[in-house]
């Protein structure tokens, strides 16, 4: 004998068990789905970051390159200046030196270390200076160099080296700009 309750209820459990096996089935699909997509997205992102930073570093060296050019032109044209006016450089670096050397403060432990020795040797050495100072002035009159002539030489020369380091800029920055535009 059956008994239709406990058959209805057989159907309707066999009829959940289909239903949550195919529910089952379609959570395991989606996320089979889900995974591969996360995965190809992954790769995705990862061939483009290599990608970027490939581009990166081909752009970094083109702009070393370039600045490096840049440096070797403002190189050249500093020797070339300073093999046409070498006592320009002269007198701009004698000039340099004693700024420097001005500037610099005198320690404690240098005064107590030299003491009365060091006041003789700053006398002897200011003395030197003077004299190196009126020699060199008398060899600058003796060639026909003043004060004037060797500043506009000096204005020249840093003027030459001014245009040298902004073409150097402008080159490497026209490098890495237009290395972003062929993309």
Sequence with gaps: MTNPITDNARKVSAMASEKIGAASEQVKEGAHAARERAEAAYATGRARAAEALETSKVKARKAYAGAQKGAKTAKAKTAEQVQDNPLAFL?????????????????????????????????????????????????????????????????????????????????????????????
């Design 91 to 183: 007198v701009g670096g004698i000039a340099l030196g004693a700024l420097v050397g001005s500037l610099l403060p005198r320690t404690e432990r240098e005064t107590k270390t030299l003491g009365a020795t060091g006041k003789k040797l700053n006398k002897g050495a200011s003395a030197a200076a003077k004299a190196a100072k009126n020699a060199g002035q008398k060899k600058l009159d003796a060639l026909g160099i003043n004060a004037d002539s060797a500043k506009s030489q000096l204005n020249q020369l840093v003027s030459a080296v001014v245009t040298a380091v902004e073409e150097a800029g402008s080159a490497a920055g026209k490098s890495v700009g237009g290395a972003g535009k062929k993309r």
